[in-house]
């Protein structure tokens, strides 16, 4: 019998211009929500109050955009990133349309680009994956790149394609959830006075509070997304026992934290680029902090966009202080994230 | 640019009479709900089914009365207590209205009482706060005294107000569930034969078991209700990296233990008193008992109200005492709780 | 005044063919299922997608089975098994009827065995037990049988009658959810392409994936099922503070491993015997393996049955490797499951 375990794919197996259908469409429900305010400090007003959402013209309260982003990634992971050497970056995503308990989601990918290493042993796979809704509709869309072990460093290398991509996306390309409207946003109930028009290019933001990770919290933030990448929740694969942490894990966690400064930042709409520089591990304290990168007008009563670089690091860390003298990030960060951020005008 | 960040409230920024609304209104749901159940051994029958709680006349399970609580709560925290030294009291709170899986809640506080300390440095706020549904209607309203640090000790004392506040809720204005009837209470389902009649002021019951509390389970709790205090969280505050646990997360796994001898004190419907008389850390472990304070006859068919005096200890703590030679709670206390519930008679 | 807790029930306090309503009947909804998800790595894609079950005949996901059997048997720890020594052994399980969100389950026993142990000091209880729904519908049973304390050792024996169960519930007898039909069933979303055909009997897999467990998430999980046992949950019980594990954690946990390899066995339909072979302790690493035991025809469009004994065994465990020369487990082994599940033809 041939063993019926999936051993993932390995560098060999990815062919341009494949489209690989991912399995396990997922429901998600106001469950998922709840875990989500249990497992990060959630607290922005439109996905947490229906009554708040629908003041902004939408029929109840989105999930939050990163369970979206969670949920999709997840199911990509067997068939994308189980023989993953390292996840290298992300580009080009939109978040094409809220997603509400019951929505049931699904995901594929479009292999887009494929470069060997010049070990011959790995290369890195690029891939856009879109997350579909039961309506048929992409509710997220999405460039990823990762460097994928080979499984015979005999097999022949492929023509090298890299796909040209774009270092943010275009601010009159973000898609607007329909009847989102901020004409008559409650700054109260938001929790901060702060608007688009407050926000200074160049403005760095101290989010402040930190926390201290557990390897209960990460593995089940990791597993709820049906993420199954080994390393992290197999304590045998490190003498010390501990796990790594999914680096969506820190994303979320710094997106969370990051509600103090820009507790208006209601929504992500564009994911530009994203990189985990360095690995987290429980009882690792993690911090936040964000730089304005960008304004821009967008056709959205009351709204405005900002581009914003969202940086985690672990304590010990400098607020602002991201990349040392050679370039390379210091060791210290853990996240660096550039994304667009719808505010009220 | 001003920080944008909220550093909170300090003592000389409270003004008698003034009203703080609150942000991020919250809906929820059954996934909080399981999310209680998870996190502590609850097990009232009129909380875990609707269908014992439609036989009890109420259109569905409510959500744990202790839910509503630790949401109205965390909403102030920002605003209220994230300066706080400690949190000193709890009077005459009364459960006005059932939450219901679906309910938006708001919370709003009145300043009624201030008191500046003799060193100058901090000083007691008393607020009235209100937990309000999506219909405008207050579904608790409870007095918490905390105090709270000076950010100048400059800053001149206010005029000395001292709210005057009842010993305990009187059980006539107790406001018992529309539609409640425990008239055809099904002992049996609820887990225990106890009546309202079969419990004599000043019997003490022990609630015999223990549960070894961990730093992932109260994170998670106190994050659930958007609690932002950062003591709770960040474990570079302490040398030991434990957090102090919230002490709302004590009060609800007492009353989640106290299901053993109390299993038919269904609902709490007011809130008298509480201390929490010692900090609580992961690794204590909690166990609970309770003495019958008082009995009264309230207006609803089928049911009675006991007052009962709930205490949290350590692992240590005898059953029964609660305080020392010096009038002080010994150090094995963690929680000294005064409360009304309904029981069948 | 007489103790008002439960002390749980002793040997000698159970009669042949006396029934057991058990208490705190228990609403289940997406909370739930949520949590499931975040707490086993549990992927089948019949129980995470409304989409996928609806094409599969279903209204709707069903709760996951053993989301089933967990409450029910929780339902029957604080009258079945608080004073038990052991666990000894399951058989004659059949899932009647699937439980979905909203559902309301309720259980009782009907003792059917006893026997004392040759020391007098202890006794085998059997017990069968149902669980039935909101509508009166059993929606499972199962015999389980345990050692449980006498109180008194000098309480007579009482006759013995040791119930004559069956090895294995016989497939023509297995219930199939109404409208199940896996003519149409979408091998690509369900995440393999392995049909029931192509398991053979003997054949053995290795679901690779390990799981490393953490004190807070198997208290979460058997305390979602109102599981009162507090060996599970007081860390004072033993010198190193670790709990014992609920064997239904490990149950759930090997079953959700088990998808590498059995994505399309997507529903447990009966449970012929089961075996907690030894403790399991938080920080113990948890991998498992499946041997196909039989195969059967079912009375189900598109669907065939196949029995699986499906083992749970510490890191360090070999695969295929259950029992030592003298005929008992080897000491990785945590259990073995004996159960029938439902797959594509």
């Known amino acids: 019998m041939p063993a019926k375990t999936n051993a993932g794919r390995f560098f060999e197996d990815y062919r341009i211009g494949e489209v690989i259908d991912h399995a396990i469409p997922r429901t998600v429900s106001g469950g998922e929500r709840a875990l989500y305010h249990a497992l990060y400090p959630a607290r922005h007003a439109l996905q947490s109050s229906d009554e708040f959402a629908r003041a902004c013209g939408l029929a109840a309260a989105p999930m939050d955009d990163l369970i979206t982003f969670h949920t999709v990634f997840g199911k990509t992971v067997p068939d994308i990133s189980l023989n993953a050497v390292a996840n290298l970056g992300y580009a080009e995503g939109r978040f094409r349309e809220p997603v509400w308990p019951g929505d049931t989601l699904r995901a594929r990918s479009q292999v887009i680009g494929l470069k060997q290493n010049s070990n011959g042993r790995s290369g890195v796979v690029y891939v856009r994956t879109e997350g579909v809704n039961q309506h048929g509709r992409v509710v997220l869309d999405y460039v990823r790149w990762v460097m994928v072990k080979k499984h015979s460093a005999d097999a022949p290398a492929p023509d090298t394609v890299v796909p040209d991509l774009m270092p943010a996306v275009a601010p ?61 929740f197999d304590g045998t694969n490190r003498e010390d026992g501990r796990r790594l942490i999914y680096g969506g894990h820190v994303i979320s966690l710094a997106r969370a934290l990051s509600f103090n400064g820009l507790a208006n930042a209601q929504m992500i709409v564009g994911l530009n680029a994203g990189a985990h520089a360095n690995p987290c591990f429980a009882g690792d304290t993690v911090r936040a902090w964000t730089e304005v990168l960008d304004r821009a007008d967008i056709d959205a009563p009351g709204a405005g966009a900002l581009r914003l670089r969202l940086v985690a690091m672990k304590d010990g860390g400098t607020v602002g202080a991201l990349r040392g003298g050679d370039g390379k990030y210091l060791p210290d960060i853990l996240l660096d994230l550039d994304y667009w951020a719808l505010l009220p005008l």
Chains 1, 2, 3 share one sequence.
């Open 172 to 232: 009159d390309t973000l898609v607007i959830p329909k009847c989102l409207d901020f004409k008559g946003y409650d700054f109260g109930l938001a929790g901060e006075p702060h608007r688009w028009g407050d926000y200074e290019i160049g403005e760095i933001i101290d989010h402040v509070d930190g926390v201290t990770i557990e390897e209960a919290e990460h593995m089940m933030a990791t597993r709820m997304w049906q993420n199954t990448s080994k390393v992290h």
